[in-house]
């Protein structure tokens, strides 16, 4: 009998594995629904890649590989001004201003149950991006038809945030696409770590607050709201 090769574990998933190995405390164990998640090949970002693009460059076109969906928020389309100054940081209010949504309506058509609000149609104007690959959308979908319920909502919403800064000058692009990225990154990983264990690590939870304070400065500074 010939064993079909294991399929590779995500970069995300291997952070996420690697500290809570570190966090005191041993991890229940996972049931088979959720290990079947975490094998699956998801959320990978460019930021993975082993080569990296160029700086400057920008997808060409809405799709990739066939099944990638490119997301996307207009830059005139994002406001924090709903996110307090002070404080413990709201992430669900900051995550609600950048999230972005498919950018064509036939996208829409397909995953349904993912993007409910207006589609942002490429432009040309600068812009929030992240490309969601295949794999990406077949587990949201699977989490969002599995009765994951509220559970489930933050991954989602977590995968929807952008990783990059397009339409404009290289070296806007340049400071603000890794913060988004470091952000989006942080932000999957927490929720991810509290929905494979239900509870919440101190460490993925001040990470998450570091990456916000730094998109909330970067972001703040590029639309002018001070």
């Not at 000058?169 to 990983?189: D, F, I, N």
């Not at 239900?198 to 570091?210: I, M, V």
């Amino acid at each position: 009998m010939t064993l079909e090769p294991r399929r590779p574990v995500p970069a995300d998933m291997l952070l996420v594995r690697e500290r809570r190995r570190r966090i005191a405390g041993t991890p229940r164990e996972l049931g088979a629904a959720e290990a079947t998640l975490i094998s699956e090949e998801i959320f990978v970002s460019d930021e993975d890649q082993l080569i990296e693009p160029e700086p400057g460059d920008e997808p060409s076109s809405l799709t990739g590989a066939s099944g990638d969906v490119l997301l996307r928020r207009p830059m005139a389309h994002v406001s924090l001004a709903q996110v307090s100054w002070s404080g413990p940081i709201d992430h669900d209010t900051l995550q609600d201003a950048i999230v972005c949504s498919a950018a064509d309506t036939r996208d829409m058509g397909v995953h349904t149950s993912l993007f409910l609000e207006p589609p942002f149609p490429r432009d040309g104007s600068a812009a929030l991006e992240v490309t969601l690959r295949a794999n990406d959308l077949k587990v949201m979908s699977s989490l969002a038809a599995a009765g994951a319920g509220l559970h489930a909502t933050p991954i989602i919403r977590a995968a929807r945030l952008p990783d990059r800064l397009t339409g404009t000058e290289a070296a806007t692009r340049q400071v603000v696409s890794p913060v988004l990225g470091a952000y989006r990154r942080s932000s999957l990983e927490y929720a991810w770590q509290k929905l494979l264990s239900r509870t919440e690590s101190a460490q993925l939870h001040r990470e998450r607050d570091e990456a916000a304070v730094a998109v909330l400065s970067t972001l703040r500074a590029l639309l002018g709201e001070r």
